[in-house]
C-alpha cells in the first residue's frame, strides 16, 4: 500500500521541528485507523516508504547531497522494506572520502534532528574500506547488510558496495551459519529455551520472528535465495510448509503491529499491561481475560509452528553447509528406525500408517540416551501423519499399550516426552492435552502456558529419579527410589492442570478425566482411584504449608486425616514440589522448601503414630523444653537460670517455636544483662529456611506495623510472621525474611542496617510511619482489587482475617495500622508472596481478646477494604 498522497504533500511542506512532529503524528493515526481494514505487510511497507521520505528530505535539507559524498543506505528490517509502527530505523551512512569536519557537523544536525523527531535510529557513518572491515569482524552488522538497499545517494556508490560485499568474503558460507545457529542457541537460552512464556518477545522467543528470518538470512548468505518460496526450488520446503511459514509471519507481524500500537512505542514484549488492548486491536473481543487468552493461545500456536519448522530447516542446512563436518556414524535400531548421530531417523515414511510405530519412535528415544533430535525428513513425516490425524491416537489400543510402555520406562519421561510435546505427539494422544496447548495463566504468578507447566512438573519429577537429584531434592529422591509405581505420579503430573480452561473446579475436573483414562487403559479401579485422589487434592499441601501454622497440632491432624496414609503423602509431597518449581523460576525458595518438608516430617508422623493417638501438644512441649535445656546447659547456663527466663512465656510459645529457634532465643536473652529493655536479633545463617528476626520489646502503639514498616524499607521480602506475649506483658514479635531473590541475607553489614533499621522505628512509638512508594507498572493491567475474607479460627476465643491483592509497598503496614485502629491483638500472620500476589492470613482477637463478633467483622472488613483500595501514602 502506497503512502496517501495527502501524507506525502503534508511531509513535503515541513519546515521546521513543530511541522515534522505534526505530520508523523498524522501518519501514526492513519497507520492505526487502516489497521482493521489493510493487509499488516502493506501498512509496514507503508511506513518504510513514508521513512524513506522522510529521511531524503532530511538529507537534504541538512546539504548531505553536496559533493555526492554520502549515501544513506536502509540495513537490517528497515533494509528489508518491514516497519512496524515504532520499529528502529538503522541506516548506514556511506561516504565515499573520510568526512570533514563541516560534513561532521551537518550529520549531527540530521542525527539530533531525528532523535527529537522521537525516531529510534540506529546509524554508522563508515567510508567503503571500514564497511568492509567491521562486516569482518560482527556477524551482526554483516547480516544487516545482507538486506541493504539505496534510499537517497549514487547509484553506482551502491552497486560497489555490493559487488565489494560479494568478493570479500570474509564470512564463509559455512562461519556464518554456525555464527547464526550459535545466536539463535544463545537467544534461546535467554528465555529459558521455552516458546511458552506468558509475556513472550515477540522478536528473541523461540518461535518468534528472528527464528523466521536466520531462515532467511542463511538461505540468502549460502543459497543466494532473495525469497523464502526460492527453498521451495531448492528442495528445502515443500509447497505447504512455505505457505505454513508465510501464514505464521503474518499472524507475528499482525500481532507485533497491535503490540505496537497499545505500548504506543518500540516493544517486542507482549507483557500482561499490553495485551488486552493488543487483543482488542487484533478482534480478539473486549472481554479482558477471555479475550487475552484466546489470542495468546493463537499466539503460542503459531510460535510452536515456526519453532518445529525453523529447526527442521537448519538441520537440512547443516547437512548442505556443513558436510566435510557430517561424517555421519549410523547405527540400526532395528528394520524401520537407525540412528543417525544424535538423530533418529524412520527408514520408510509409509512406518507410521501403522500408528503404534509413531509410539516406537520414542521408545528408541528412550533406550538410546544419546539420541536428543528427531532427523528432519522424519520430522516432516511426523507432521503430515499428524495433520491427516482423524482421530485421537489413544483410540488405537496399539498406541495405548505404548504409551503406558512410555510411562513405564525409567527414561521414557524424559526427553521422550519432551520431544513428544514439542512436536505434538502429545496433544495428537490426549483430546485433552490439545485443550491446554497454549492455554494462557492470565494471573500474578504463572510464568508458563498450562501445557509448558505441565511439561516442566514431569521433568522435575523425571529428575527425582537420577542419581545428581540428591542434592536438589534429597527427600523426594529417598521416597521416589523406594515407590513400586512411579508411572502413578507421572500421570498425576500430567493431568494436575489438564482441566484449566473450562470453568469450573480444574481439580475436580481433572480427577474424572483421570478415572476414564485409568478406565480406557486398563488400569485397576484402586489406581485410577489414588491417581484420581493426587489431582484433586494436589493444591492441599501446598495451602496446608504456606497458609496455615504448621507448628499447631490440630493442623497437622487434620492434614493426616485428608491424607490418610503414608503411600498418598509421599506422591503428594514429590507431586507439590515438582508443580511449585515449575510455576514460576522466582517462585521457589528455601523457605518453602522447609516448610513443606516440615509438614511431610510432621504429617508423617502423626500417621505413624495413628490418627486416634496424635503427639499430645505437652508432649510436643516436653520434648522441645529437654532437647532446648541440654543445648543451653552445653552453653554453660544453669538450671535456675533457664526456668527463670522459662517462666516468662505461655505455652504457646514453646508449641509455636521450634528446638533450634528456642535455644537461639534463650542464648541471646541470658546474654543480655537488662530484660526490660528491647531486644533485636537477626540469625546470621539461614535457620528454617531464610533470615530469622526475633523482636522483643515492651507492648507499644502498632509495633507490628512499625516492624513490618522497617523491614519494607530496607527492602526485605516478610514470609512469616508470629506475634505473642509474655506473661508480664511484653510483646514478641517473629518473622522469617528473604531478600527479592528468594534467598536469605548473608551480608553482615545488610543484616546490621537491618537490624538498626528495627532498633529505631521502637525507639520513638510516636513517629509517624513512612511507607515508601514504589510499585511496580508491569501488573497494572489486573487491576486486582483486595479481597478480605473472614473466617472463625480453631481456637473459639479467636478469629481469621484472609487478606488477598497486589503486593504493594506498606501493604502489611497499612493492614497493621487498621488492626491497631480497630483495636484488635494479632497473635500470629502468615505472609505468603506469590509473584506480585500476597497471600495474608492473621489470628486476631478484640480488645477484650474474644473471638470478633459479627459487628466488629463488618467493620474490620470495610475499614481495610477501604484502605487498601486507597493510593500508598
Given at each position: 500500500?502506497?503512502?496517501?498522497?495527502?501524507?506525502?504533500?503534508?511531509?513535503?511542506?515541513?519546515?521546521?521541528?513543530?511541522?515534522?512532529?505534526?505530520?508523523?503524528?498524522?501518519?501514526?493515526?492513519?497507520?492505526?485507523?487502516?489497521?482493521?481494514?489493510?493487509?499488516?505487510?502493506?501498512?509496514?511497507?507503508?511506513?518504510?516508504?513514508?521513512?524513506?521520505?522522510?529521511?531524503?528530505?532530511?538529507?537534504?535539507?541538512?546539504?548531505?547531497?553536496?559533493?555526492?559524498?554520502?549515501?544513506?543506505?536502509?540495513?537490517?528490517?528497515?533494509?528489508?522494506?518491514?516497519?512496524?509502527?515504532?520499529?528502529?530505523?538503522?541506516?548506514?551512512?556511506?561516504?565515499?572520502?573520510?568526512?570533514?569536519?563541516?560534513?561532521?557537523?551537518?550529520?549531527?544536525?540530521?542525527?539530533?534532528?531525528?532523535?527529537?523527531?522521537?525516531?529510534?535510529?540506529?546509524?554508522?557513518?563508515?567510508?567503503?574500506?571500514?564497511?568492509?572491515?567491521?562486516?569482518?569482524?560482527?556477524?551482526?552488522?554483516?547480516?544487516?547488510?545482507?538486506?541493504?538497499?539505496?534510499?537517497?545517494?549514487?547509484?553506482?556508490?551502491?552497486?560497489?558496495?555490493?559487488?565489494?560485499?560479494?568478493?570479500?568474503?570474509?564470512?564463509?558460507?559455512?562461519?556464518?551459519?554456525?555464527?547464526?545457529?550459535?545466536?539463535?542457541?544463545?537467544?534461546?537460552?535467554?528465555?529459558?529455551?521455552?516458546?511458552?512464556?506468558?509475556?513472550?518477545?515477540?522478536?528473541?522467543?523461540?518461535?518468534?520472528?528472528?527464528?523466521?528470518?536466520?531462515?532467511?538470512?542463511?538461505?540468502?548468505?549460502?543459497?543466494?535465495?532473495?525469497?523464502?518460496?526460492?527453498?521451495?526450488?531448492?528442495?528445502?520446503?515443500?509447497?505447504?510448509?512455505?505457505?505454513?511459514?508465510?501464514?505464521?509471519?503474518?499472524?507475528?507481524?499482525?500481532?507485533?503491529?497491535?503490540?505496537?500500537?497499545?505500548?504506543?512505542?518500540?516493544?517486542?514484549?507482549?507483557?500482561?499491561?499490553?495485551?488486552?488492548?493488543?487483543?482488542?486491536?487484533?478482534?480478539?473481543?473486549?472481554?479482558?481475560?477471555?479475550?487475552?487468552?484466546?489470542?495468546?493461545?493463537?499466539?503460542?500456536?503459531?510460535?510452536?509452528?515456526?519453532?518445529?519448522?525453523?529447526?527442521?530447516?537448519?538441520?537440512?542446512?547443516?547437512?548442505?553447509?556443513?558436510?566435510?563436518?557430517?561424517?555421519?556414524?549410523?547405527?540400526?535400531?532395528?528394520?524401520?528406525?537407525?540412528?543417525?548421530?544424535?538423530?533418529?531417523?524412520?527408514?520408510?515414511?509409509?512406518?507410521?500408517?501403522?500408528?503404534?510405530?509413531?509410539?516406537?519412535?520414542?521408545?528408541?528415544?528412550?533406550?538410546?540416551?544419546?539420541?536428543?533430535?528427531?532427523?528432519?525428513?522424519?520430522?516432516?513425516?511426523?507432521?503430515?501423519?499428524?495433520?491427516?490425524?482423524?482421530?485421537?491416537?489413544?483410540?488405537?489400543?496399539?498406541?495405548?499399550?505404548?504409551?503406558?510402555?512410555?510411562?513405564?520406562?525409567?527414561?521414557?519421561?524424559?526427553?521422550?516426552?519432551?520431544?513428544?510435546?514439542?512436536?505434538?505427539?502429545?496433544?495428537?494422544?490426549?483430546?485433552?492435552?490439545?485443550?491446554?496447548?497454549?492455554?494462557?495463566?492470565?494471573?500474578?504468578?504463572?510464568?508458563?502456558?498450562?501445557?509448558?507447566?505441565?511439561?516442566?512438573?514431569?521433568?522435575?519429577?523425571?529428575?527425582?529419579?537420577?542419581?545428581?537429584?540428591?542434592?536438589?531434592?534429597?527427600?523426594?529422591?529417598?521416597?521416589?527410589?523406594?515407590?513400586?509405581?512411579?508411572?502413578?505420579?507421572?500421570?498425576?503430573?500430567?493431568?494436575?492442570?489438564?482441566?484449566?480452561?473450562?470453568?469450573?473446579?480444574?481439580?475436580?475436573?481433572?480427577?474424572?478425566?483421570?478415572?476414564?483414562?485409568?478406565?480406557?487403559?486398563?488400569?485397576?479401579?484402586?489406581?485410577?482411584?489414588?491417581?484420581?485422589?493426587?489431582?484433586?487434592n494436589h493444591l492441599l499441601m501446598s495451602i496446608t504449608a504456606q497458609r496455615k501454622d504448621i507448628s499447631d497440632p490440630d493442623v497437622i491432624s487434620e492434614f493426616a486425616?485428608?491424607?490418610?496414609?503414608?503411600?498418598?503423602?509421599?506422591?503428594?509431597?514429590?507431586?507439590?514440589?515438582?508443580?511449585?518449581?515449575?510455576?514460576?523460576?522466582?517462585?521457589?525458595?528455601?523457605w518453602k522448601n522447609t516448610l513443606l518438608r516440615e509438614l511431610f516430617l510432621s504429617t508423617q508422623r502423626a500417621l505413624r503414630l495413628g490418627l486416634e493417638n496424635p503427639?499430645?501438644?505437652?508432649?510436643?512441649?516436653?520434648?522441645?523444653?529437654?532437647?532446648?535445656?541440654?543445648?543451653?546447659?552445653?552453653?554453660?547456663?544453669?538450671?535456675?537460670?533457664?526456668?527463670?527466663?522459662?517462666?516468662?512465656?505461655?505455652?504457646?510459645?514453646?508449641?509455636?517455636?521450634?528446638?533450634?529457634?528456642?535455644?537461639?532465643?534463650?542464648?541471646?536473652?541470658?546474654?543480655?544483662?537488662?530484660?526490660?529493655?528491647?531486644?533485636?536479633?537477626?540469625?546470621?545463617?539461614?535457620?528454617?529456611?531464610?533470615?530469622?528476626?526475633?523482636?522483643?520489646?515492651?507492648?507499644?502503639?502498632?509495633?507490628?506495623?512499625?516492624?513490618?514498616?522497617?523491614?519494607?524499607?530496607?527492602?526485605?521480602?516478610?514470609?512469616?510472621?508470629?506475634?505473642?506475649?509474655?506473661?508480664?506483658?511484653?510483646?514478641?514479635?517473629?518473622?522469617?525474611?528473604?531478600?527479592?531473590?528468594?534467598?536469605?541475607?548473608?551480608?553482615?553489614?545488610?543484616?546490621?542496617?537491618?537490624?538498626?533499621?528495627?532498633?529505631?522505628?521502637?525507639?520513638?512509638?510516636?513517629?509517624?510511619?513512612?511507607?515508601?512508594?514504589?510499585?511496580?507498572?508491569?501488573?497494572?493491567?489486573?487491576?486486582?482489587?483486595?479481597?478480605?475474607?473472614?473466617?472463625?479460627?480453631?481456637?473459639?476465643?479467636?478469629?481469621?482475617?484472609?487478606?488477598?491483592?497486589?503486593?504493594?509497598?506498606?501493604?502489611?503496614?497499612?493492614?497493621?495500622?487498621?488492626?491497631?485502629?480497630?483495636?484488635?491483638?494479632?497473635?500470629?500472620?502468615?505472609?505468603?508472596?506469590?509473584?506480585?500476589?500476597?497471600?495474608?492470613?492473621?489470628?486476631?482477637?478484640?480488645?477484650?481478646?474474644?473471638?470478633?463478633?459479627?459487628?466488629?467483622?463488618?467493620?474490620?472488613?470495610q475499614v481495610l477494604s477501604e484502605n487498601l483500595n486507597k493510593e500508598t501514602e
Amino acid at each position: 500500500m502506497a503512502v496517501p498522497k495527502e501524507q506525502l504533500k503534508q511531509l513535503a511542506q515541513c519546515t521546521i521541528l513543530e511541522d515534522y512532529k505534526d505530520t508523523i503524528s498524522n501518519f501514526y493515526t492513519w497507520l492505526k485507523g487502516e489497521f482493521a481494514f489493510q493487509p499488516v505487510e502493506k501498512l509496514i511497507n507503508a511506513r518504510a516508504d513514508f521513512i524513506d521520505q522522510l529521511l531524503s528530505q532530511l538529507f537534504q535539507h541538512f546539504n548531505l547531497n553536496e559533493n555526492n559524498n554520502f549515501n544513506l543506505i536502509a540495513v537490517g528490517g528497515y533494509g528489508r522494506g518491514e516497519l512496524h509502527p515504532y520499529s528502529d530505523i538503522d541506516f548506514l551512512l556511506l561516504a565515499h572520502n573520510e568526512p570533514t569536519k563541516q560534513e561532521c557537523e551537518k550529520i549531527g544536525e540530521f542525527v539530533t534532528m531525528l532523535w527529537d523527531l522521537n525516531l529510534d535510529i540506529g546509524h554508522s557513518v563508515r567510508t567503503l574500506a571500514q564497511t568492509i572491515e567491521y562486516k569482518a569482524k560482527d556477524v551482526c552488522f554483516a547480516t544487516s547488510l545482507l538486506e541493504s538497499r539505496l534510499v537517497i545517494g549514487d547509484d553506482d556508490e551502491f552497486k560497489i558496495l555490493q559487488n565489494s560485499l560479494v568478493k570479500t568474503q570474509t564470512w564463509s558460507s559455512e562461519a556464518f551459519f554456525l555464527a547464526k545457529v550459535e545466536e539463535q542457541d544463545l537467544r534461546h537460552k535467554k528465555c529459558h529455551g521455552t516458546t511458552y512464556n506468558l509475556e513472550p518477545n515477540l522478536k528473541e522467543n523461540p518461535g518468534g520472528l528472528r527464528d523466521i528470518q536466520t531462515i532467511i538470512w542463511v538461505a540468502k548468505k549460502h543459497f543466494k535465495s532473495t525469497l523464502l518460496r526460492d527453498l521451495i526450488t531448492d528442495g528445502y520446503l515443500t509447497h505447504e510448509e512455505h505457505q505454513e511459514l508465510l501464514e505464521c509471519l503474518l499472524n507475528l507481524w499482525n500481532i507485533r503491529f497491535a503490540l505496537h500500537l497499545a505500548a504506543g512505542r518500540q516493544e517486542n514484549r507482549l507483557l500482561f499491561d499490553h495485551q488486552p488492548l493488543a487483543a482488542e486491536l487484533l478482534g480478539f473481543g473486549t472481554d479482558g481475560k477471555a479475550s487475552v487468552e484466546r489470542m495468546m493461545k493463537r499466539l503460542f500456536r503459531i510460535m510452536s509452528r515456526v519453532r518445529e519448522l525453523n529447526q527442521m530447516l537448519l538441520r537440512y542446512f547443516d547437512d548442505n553447509i556443513l558436510p566435510d563436518r557430517n561424517s555421519h556414524k549410523i547405527t540400526q535400531l532395528n528394520d524401520d528406525f537407525i540412528r543417525i548421530d544424535h538423530q533418529i531417523k524412520v527408514k520408510d515414511a509409509s512406518v507410521f500408517f501403522n500408528r503404534e510405530k509413531i509410539f516406537e519412535l520414542f521408545e528408541h528415544v528412550a533406550d538410546n540416551p544419546e539420541i536428543t533430535h528427531i532427523y528432519p525428513s522424519t520430522l516432516r513425516t511426523l507432521r503430515q501423519v499428524r495433520r491427516r490425524l482423524l482421530g485421537d491416537l489413544q483410540d488405537y489400543e496399539g498406541c495405548r499399550s505404548a504409551f503406558l510402555r512410555l510411562l513405564r520406562h525409567p527414561n521414557g519421561m524424559g526427553r521422550a516426552f519432551t520431544l513428544m510435546h514439542k512436536h505434538g505427539i502429545l496433544a495428537a494422544y490426549l483430546p485433552q492435552w490439545r485443550n491446554i496447548f497454549g492455554q494462557m495463566q492470565f494471573d500474578l504468578f504463572h510464568a508458563y502456558t498450562v501445557d509448558e507447566h505441565t511439561h516442566k512438573v514431569i521433568q522435575n519429577i523425571y529428575r527425582y529419579f537420577q542419581s545428581e537429584s540428591i542434592q536438589e531434592f534429597p527427600l523426594c529422591r529417598e521416597i521416589v527410589i523406594r515407590m513400586e509405581k512411579p508411572e502413578l505420579l507421572y500421570l498425576a503430573g500430567i493431568f494436575h492442570d489438564i482441566a484449566k480452561g473450562r470453568g469450573g473446579d480444574h481439580s475436580e475436573l481433572g480427577a474424572l478425566d483421570t478415572i476414564e483414562f485409568a478406565k480406557l487403559h486398563q488400569l485397576s479401579d484402586f489406581e485410577g482411584k489414588f491417581i484420581a485422589w493426587l489431582v484433586e487434592n494436589h493444591l492441599l499441601m501446598s495451602i496446608t504449608a504456606q497458609r496455615k501454622d504448621i507448628s499447631d497440632p490440630d493442623v497437622i491432624s487434620e492434614f493426616a486425616k485428608r491424607v490418610k496414609n503414608e503411600k498418598r503423602l509421599n506422591y503428594l509431597y514429590c507431586l507439590t514440589l515438582a508443580d511449585i518449581r515449575a510455576t514460576n523460576d522466582n517462585l521457589w525458595n528455601s523457605w518453602k522448601n522447609t516448610l513443606l518438608r516440615e509438614l511431610f516430617l510432621s504429617t508423617q508422623r502423626a500417621l505413624r503414630l495413628g490418627l486416634e493417638n496424635p503427639m499430645d501438644l505437652r508432649d510436643q512441649i516436653r520434648d522441645k523444653k529437654q532437647q532446648t535445656r541440654q543445648k543451653l546447659i552445653s552453653l554453660d547456663y544453669n538450671e535456675a537460670q533457664i526456668d527463670f527466663l522459662w517462666n516468662r512465656f505461655k505455652p504457646d510459645y514453646f508449641s509455636r517455636f521450634s528446638a533450634q529457634q528456642i535455644a537461639w532465643h534463650g542464648e541471646n536473652f541470658l546474654k543480655s544483662k537488662d530484660l526490660s529493655q528491647p531486644m533485636v536479633v537477626i540469625s546470621e545463617k539461614a535457620m528454617h529456611g531464610g533470615t530469622q528476626v526475633f523482636v522483643y520489646s515492651p507492648d507499644q502503639i502498632n509495633l507490628f506495623a512499625r516492624i513490618v514498616s522497617a523491614l519494607s524499607n530496607k527492602k526485605t521480602h516478610i514470609h512469616y510472621a508470629q506475634v505473642m506475649m509474655t506473661k508480664d506483658g511484653y510483646a514478641i514479635e517473629s518473622f522469617v525474611i528473604l531478600e527479592q531473590d528468594g534467598k536469605a541475607i548473608e551480608s553482615a553489614s545488610r543484616l546490621n542496617s537491618i537490624r538498626r533499621g528495627i532498633e529505631h522505628s521502637l525507639s520513638d512509638p510516636h513517629k509517624k510511619i513512612r511507607i515508601k512508594k514504589s510499585r511496580s507498572k508491569r501488573f497494572k493491567g489486573f487491576n486486582i482489587k483486595p479481597q478480605v475474607i473472614i473466617r472463625p479460627h480453631g481456637r473459639k476465643d479467636r478469629t481469621l482475617i484472609e487478606i488477598q491483592g497486589v503486593d504493594i509497598p506498606g501493604l502489611l503496614t497499612k493492614i497493621a495500622n487498621v488492626f491497631q485502629k480497630t483495636k484488635l491483638h494479632i497473635h500470629a500472620a502468615r505472609i505468603t508472596t506469590v509473584g506480585e500476589r500476597a497471600e495474608d492470613f492473621f489470628v486476631v482477637s478484640d480488645e477484650h481478646y474474644q473471638a470478633l463478633d459479627a459487628d466488629m467483622q463488618a467493620k474490620v472488613s470495610q475499614v481495610l477494604s477501604e484502605n487498601l483500595n486507597k493510593e500508598t501514602e
